[in-house]
């Protein structure tokens, strides 16, 4: 009997079957609430079965419900709390017997999927204290009749879905204390009878869309303490009156459109510990009065239009620990007692104009763990500048005017992971002392006038992900310990004086994506080794003076998107299988010594006159080069009649498995083969008609290069306009081989077919002919998730937010996935590869050619298919798929996301016992590239960092589902929820 029926039944049996005389007058009202309340519960969903157990200890001898869990009553025995929180309940409020609770005094439904609108009903709750409906499904509007619980102390909407603007009688709750409606998607301006909630101590408002400017009616919450009306589109001023909220703990404005000055008597919130007014409009000086908020901690004004000097006075602020004044037009020095309060953490005062000398207090701040002053006209000696921070993380002083050496002293932050001095006037050599920072991740040195030779003890920073020591004097051979780099992702010793050979030890860096060593004095041979990268997508050698000829091995990089070989003296012919670099993008070739054919490729084919001018003898049908002479002619007949003649042997093999498949299974005539049918579509809402296969055929030119976006082990994708003017992506798959094409084809289209979920790829529609077969999908303008995180600004672009959503939809789409189709299916292949992006940023998971399609009562053992590293543990020894598989994999994905990289390294030390038990989590956790997350976004990544950990669990019954995963993202629920889980066996880690 399932739940809801078994509490159906028990309403009946309670409501019917049980003797009025057994009643007493006192208990009248509560038996009718027994009623009342059950009939309500038999409308909701209880996944979890928790209502189930809670209502059967009690049946049948139970009139009331004064004894069950999560609910308390009065003397008379009628109902007062009722607590229903994180019970995963679904299902709404339209049946709730709001009349029958008069008594009732607190409500929470919070952190479930109730959903649907708020009855206006609820305002006959007319002892409503206490009322929590946050983190639902929630939609619509919020009532007018909320203005008629006159008792009401705390309100919270939270995390909901409402919409329209908020009723002006929200303004008649005269007692309460603390309104929530954060995070929901309210319109209209903020009500100025807002201002008759005198009692108020807590307004969260923020993330919504909120327009107008901020009632003056505000500054008469005499006892506000914590106002919150971030990300919204709120404009106009900030009001003097937020000047009168004297115990004013916590006011934060920030991304907002905002102008006009910050208030000048803003000191008068001496109770302000948090002030966070960034990603604004704002304009004029910061206020001298400023000095005046003695329990300031953290001062946010980056990214406005702020103009003048920092005030001397902030360094007297004996308790600020957070400085963020970023990316405005400030000019000046900085204040000279700055620090002087010994608690100073982060500091950001990057892309200004300020001058002078750092204060002195600043070198012997030792509680510093991130400063960023780039982008301003700082100068001073660097050596005498800067102390020792033992707790330093991240500094970046690049773009300035700095002189002097950098001291052996920096060696001793042992805690750093970036260290940029990039821009500036720094001399002398590189200290050996900074290969001690086993931490770093980042070290920018560039455009400085550094001499001497590269320390060799920098191949012990084996965390290392990019060394930038470009645009300097370095000299010397490239030290081969490099190599040891493991993680390096870039590495720039262009613009220097470099000299021997490079080494081939750099060809172990197969983590590479940009390597430029040009504009030196490297000689010898390219080191073949070099064709190992490949993950490499910037390629720069020229100006040098390489010899020799152009490794064949460099044909390998198949990410290779730019190569510079230019000004070396190169020799011999250009590789033909450079013909195989379909995601070649441009190319240098020019001033060396080579000759022949070149390869036909878009990159080579298309160049410039410039890009391979200077040779000697380069010739083909580029339209700088002249066509090839019967000099030519041996190796024209190797090139031209060779692949002819596989081409046929392949071709007729095709044509003789094609021709047997037409017979032995589709039957066609030769009549209809010459003429290929529509084929099948499962939308045409952006077709007009049915689309036929020599459409596909004409949009791609016959499946030219020139439109391939992408190649995988299953096919080749292309990028094709149709006639309708809609982009649309289509896949062509592999001839090669009967059983495999047919397997992979067949794969995708059984698995898209069951598919209709807004985080998987659409299926538009598939051919399956003897010439070509293929899928066409919708087009995801951004590409894959991992070109994106491979690329330095686009990754600078995928903000935290936008991180946790493409987390989430993967989530989700796996869900629907595993949960929500039948029979279910697994991917087996979830990498950041095969997660595309639309131009929101929202994902969907793609390349199905993997997927498995379960059957319940079968064992449903299978060969090993995924991507190395990706792929669940258990494979590799039972063989047996099950949809934990494709749990592994998201936590993985997931990991990667948040690392911004593979995180092979962090997979391993989240994964220690030790360290797990005693909560102690990695430091480089999180992308470089970015901000570190605060505030919520920092419970939010927290959150889907402790579920990555639970999905990688190498026993897959201690993973969760990912309707789990799924509903907690969703839910984003706290720690506490995650331990509540993990003791229910759901995460064990």
């Given at each position: ?13 309670l409501v019917v079957f049980v003797s009025p005389s057994k009643f007493v007058a006192s208990a009248t009202v509560s038996t009718d609430e027994v009623g009342a309340l059950l009939q309500w519960i038999s409308s909701l969903q209880d996944p979890q079965s928790n ?636 077709f007009e008609g049915k689309l036929l296969y020599e459409e596909i055929v004409k949009a791609t030119e016959d499946f030219n290069d020139a439109y391939c976006i992408g190649k995988g082990g299953v096919g080749t994708v292309y990028k094709a306009k149709l006639p ?242 799924s509903q907690i993202i969703t839910m984003q629920i706290s720690q506490t929820d995650l331990d509540k889980y993990k003791t229910q066996s759901v995460f064990v880690i």
């Open positions: 009997m399932g739940a809801s029926t078994f509490q159906k039944f028990l309403l009946i049996t209502l189930t157990s809670w209502f059967s200890q009690h049946f049948p001898n139970e009139t009331s419900t004064c004894t069950w869990s999560a609910i308390s009553c009065n003397s008379a025995n009628s109902v007062t709390t009722i607590n229903l929180t994180k019970l995963g309940l679904l299902g709404t409020l339209n049946e709730f017997p709001f009349s029958s609770f008069p008594n009732l005094e607190h409500f929470d439904l919070s952190m479930n999927s109730i959903f649907g609108t708020i009855p206006t009903e609820i305002s006959k709750l007319s002892k409503l204290v206490y009322l929590d409906l946050s983190t639902n499904r929630l939609n619509g509007s919020v009532p007018a009749s909320f203005g008629n619980l006159s008792s009401l102390a705390y309100l919270n909407l939270g995390r909901n879905f409402l919409t329209s603007s908020i009723p002006s009688e929200i303004g008649n709750l005269s007692k309460l204390v603390e309104l929530y409606l954060n995070t929901n998607n309210l319109t209209g301006q903020i009500p100025q009878t807002f201002g008759n909630l005198r009692k108020l101590k807590v307004l969260y408002m923020f993330e919504n869309i909120f327009v107008g400017s901020i009632p003056l009616e505000i500054g008469k919450l005499a006892f506000l303490r914590s106002l919150s009306l971030h990300k919204n589109n709120i404009s106009g001023s900030i009001p003097d009156s937020i000047c009168d909220l004297r115990h004013l703990t916590s006011l934060e404005l920030y991304r907002n459109n905002l102008s006009g000055q910050i208030p000048e008597n803003i000191g008068s919130l001496k109770s302000l510990v948090v002030l966070n007014a960034c990603e604004n409009q704002l304009t004029g000086p910061i206020p001298m009065s400023i000095g005046n908020l003695s329990k300031l901690q953290v001062l946010y004004i980056r990214d406005n239009k702020l103009s003048g000097s920092i005030p001397e006075v902030i360094g007297d602020l004996m308790n600020l620990a957070v400085i963020r004044v970023a990316r405005n037009n400030l000019t000046g020095h900085l204040p000279q007692n700055l620090c002087k309060g010994g608690v100073l953490v982060n500091f950001t005062a990057n892309g200004n104009r300020l001058i002078g000398r750092m204060p002195e207090n600043l070198r012997n701040c030792t509680t510093l763990y991130r400063v960023r002053l780039d982008g301003n006209q700082f100068t001073g000696n660097i050596s005498e500048d800067f102390g020792v921070y033992p707790n330093l993380d991240y500094i970046k002083l690049s773009d300035n005017n700095f002189y002097g050496e950098i001291s052996e002293k920096w060696g001793k932050s042992l805690q750093l992971t970036n260290l940029e001095i990039a821009g500036n006037n720094i001399t002398g050599s590189i200290p050996p002392e900074i290969g001690n920072l086993s931490q770093l991740h980042l070290l920018n040195l560039s455009s400085n006038h550094l001499v001497g030779t590269i320390p060799v003890g920098l191949g012990k920073l084996t965390s290392l992900i990019q060394l930038i020591l470009n645009d300097n004097q370095l000299s010397g051979a490239i030290p081969q310990e490099l190599g040891s780099l493991t993680d390096l992702e870039l590495l720039d010793l262009s613009e220097n004086n470099l000299s021997q050979s490079i080494p081939s030890s750099l060809g172990n860096l197969v983590k590479m994506h940009y390597l430029n060593l040009s504009n030196n004095k490297l000689s010898h041979a390219t080191p073949s080794k070099l064709g190992q990268l490949k993950q490499l997508s910037v390629l720069d050698l020229s100006h040098n003076s390489l010899s020799q000829e152009i490794p064949t091995e460099l044909s390998n990089l198949e990410s290779l998107l730019t190569m510079n070989l230019s000004h070396n003296n190169l020799s011999g012919v250009v590789p033909k299988t450079f013909d195989h670099l379909r995601g070649l993008e441009f190319v240098d070739i020019s001033y060396n010594r080579l000759s022949g054919l070149i390869p036909e490729n878009k990159a080579f084919q298309e160049a410039p006159i410039e890009a391979l001018q200077g040779n000697q003898g380069l010739c083909g049908n580029a339209t700088a080069l002249q066509p090839c002479s019967k000099t030519h002619g041996k190796m024209k007949l190797v090139y031209l009649v060779f692949p002819p003649v596989v081409g046929v042997l392949v071709l007729l093999f095709c044509g003789v498995f094609f021709t047997y498949r037409k017979k032995k299974r589709c039957q066609q005539t030769d009549e209809e083969a010459m003429q290929p049918k529509e084929f099948e579509l499962r939308s045409v809402s952006i309708s003017d809609e982009l649309v992506a289509v896949k062509k798959l592999h001839c090669d081989g009967v059983r495999s094409f047919e397997k992979e084809f067949l794969n995708e289209v059984m698995a898209l077919t069951e598919i209709r979920h807004r985080n998987v790829v659409k299926l538009y529609g598939f051919c399956s002919h003897s010439r070509h077969s293929f899928l066409v999908y919708e087009y995801l303008g951004r590409g894959s998730l991992f070109s994106i995180l491979c690329n330095e600004e686009a990754a600078k672009q995928l903000d935290w937010s936008k991180r946790v959503n493409i987390i989430k939809g993967v989530a989700d789409g796996l869900s629907y996935m595993h949960s929500d189709v039948s029979p279910p299916i697994v991917h087996r292949d979830i990498t950041s590869k095969n997660i595309l992006l639309d131009a929101e940023y929202e994902a969907c998971i793609s390349d199905f050619g993997t997927a498995k399609l379960l059957e319940i009562d079968a064992s449903n053992w299978t060969a090993v298919a995924g991507t190395f590293g990706y792929v669940a543990p258990e494979l590799a020894y039972t063989l047996k798929v099950t949809a934990k598989c494709d749990v592994y994999s998201f936590g993985v994905l997931a990991l990667e996301v948040m690392n911004g990289k593979y995180p092979s390294d962090l997979i391993r030390s989240l994964l220690s016992p030790a360290a797990i038990r005693e909560g102690n989590l990695p430091e480089d956790v999180w992308d470089g590239r970015l901000e570190p997350p605060m505030g919520k976004t920092l419970e939010e990544l927290v959150t889907v960092l402790m579920l990555s950990v639970a999905c990688l669990h190498p026993n897959p019954q201690f993973r969760p589902t990912m309707y789990d995963v």
